[in-house]
T-cell receptor, first 115, second 114 residues
């Protein structure tokens, strides 16, 4: 099965509210994680990444939290806007040898923002 | 500055045929990766090329092959097409050889196999 999965396939939030998108991963050897946003008809767009030696990283309006104990990753979007409506994917990578190999994506969560 | 471009945007083939998909990376990027995205799923890694050498390969059959040219553009070839090959094929480019960090994705080629 998938090494990376998501708890909620769809999420609907009100404009201005905060959004939290969750992701569970199963491979304890994964040491690097990325969140991507994919709008309809477009390729994925990098949002933020985090290495396993960190448990939190902040970007512009986004925060990624990593809980290695329970193998859980979350993406928090502050003050969600209509332009945030998209499918969000988490992806994991196992380190070593110059970070070659696979970037494993989860199934995705669709975020819908209500005006 | 142009982003990653892919051609064609859409393609319809029949079972058993072969297909060639093309990708031009962002100027200056030397790494190209290919992904297959089946409807409703996340992208699945197929190949990565860096400086014309294969750097990584996902769990895909030998019917899938790729190459990278001196100008860093890339082709993905799929032989003996199956219905299950119907998907969005994404190309991503990056500066260096690592899959970590920001990869820039193209809009994809939508392949339909009938």
């Amino acid at each position: 099965g998938e090494s990376v999965g998501l708890h909620l396939p769809t999420l609907s939030v009100q404009e201005g509210d905060n959004s939290i998108i969750n992701c569970a991963y199963s491979n304890s050897a994964s040491d690097y994680f990325i969140w991507y946003k994919q709008e309809s008809g477009k390729g994925p767009q990098f949002i933020i990444d985090i290495r396993s030696n960190m448990d939190k990283r902040q970007g512009q309006r986004v925060t990624v939290l990593l809980n290695k104990t329970v193998k859980h990753l979350s993406l928090q979007i502050a003050a969600t806007q209509p332009g945030d409506s998209a499918v969000y994917f988490c992806a994991e990578n196992i380190g070593g040898r110059g970070s070659q190999g696979n970037l494993i994506f989860g199934k995705g969560t669709k975020l819908s923002v209500k005006p | 500055d142009a982003g990653v471009t892919q051609s064609p945007t859409h393609l319809i083939k029949t079972r058993g045929q072969h297909v060639t998909l093309r990708c031009s990376p962002i100027s200056g990027h030397k790494s190209v990766s290919w992904y297959q995205q089946v409807l409703g799923q996340g992208p699945q890694f197929i190949f990565q090329y860096y400086e014309k050498e294969e750097r990584g390969r996902g769990n895909f059959p030998d019917r899938f092959s790729a190459r990278q040219f001196p100008n860093y553009s890339s082709e993905l070839n799929v032989n003996a097409l199956l219905l299950g090959d119907s998907a969005l094929y994404l190309c991503a480019s990056s500066l260096g050889p690592s899959l970590r960090g920001e990869q820039f994705f193209g809009p994809g080629t939508r392949l339909t196999v009938l």
